[in-house]
């Protein structure tokens, strides 16, 4: 199955980047403000790429990744839970708090 999706691997990120632009383009045309929040990674490489990509293309972006634990986590899930969430609002309140955007 690898060797059968191994093109696919090739032009991942450009599609993803593709994507951020034209939501970036759009948020724009629309008198908005397009934010990319990263809540998790699985890959720190991937995710330090795309911080990197946004920021030389001047798109808003919060890395509010943490390692969860069943403290913040839904018993038996893998999503968190309300202290989970609280946690990650309080990354984008954060940011927001401290950005001028108007």
Same mark, same amino acid.
């Given at each position: 199955? =690898? +060797?059968?999706?191994?093109?696919? =691997? $090739?032009?991942?990120? $450009?599609?993803?980047? +593709?994507?951020?632009?034209?939501? @970036?383009?759009?948020?724009?045309?629309?008198? !908005?403000?397009?934010?990319?929040?990263?809540?998790?990674?699985? &890959? =720190?490489? @991937? !995710?330090? #790429? #795309?911080?990197? /990509?946004? &920021?030389? @293309?001047?798109?808003?972006?919060?890395? %509010?990744?943490?390692?969860?634990?069943?403290?913040?986590?839904? $018993?038996?899930?893998?999503?968190? &839970? !309300?202290?989970?969430? =609280?946690? #990650?609002?309080? %990354?984008? $309140? @954060? #940011?927001?708090?401290?950005?001028? /955007?108007?």
């Amino acid at each position: 199955m =690898k +060797q059968l999706n191994r093109h696919r =691997k $090739k032009i991942q990120k $450009k599609i993803t980047e +593709q994507i951020f632009m034209d939501f @970036n383009t759009m948020s724009k045309e629309n008198n !908005a403000i397009f934010l990319v929040v990263n809540l998790h990674y699985s &890959n =720190k490489n @991937n !995710a330090n #790429y #795309y911080e990197e /990509f946004l &920021n030389k @293309n001047n798109i808003h972006y919060i890395d %509010c990744a943490r390692n969860l634990n069943e403290k913040l986590l839904l $018993k038996g899930d893998f999503h968190p &839970n !309300a202290r989970g969430h =609280k946690m #990650y609002s309080n %990354c984008i $309140k @954060n #940011y927001l708090d401290n950005k001028l /955007f108007f």
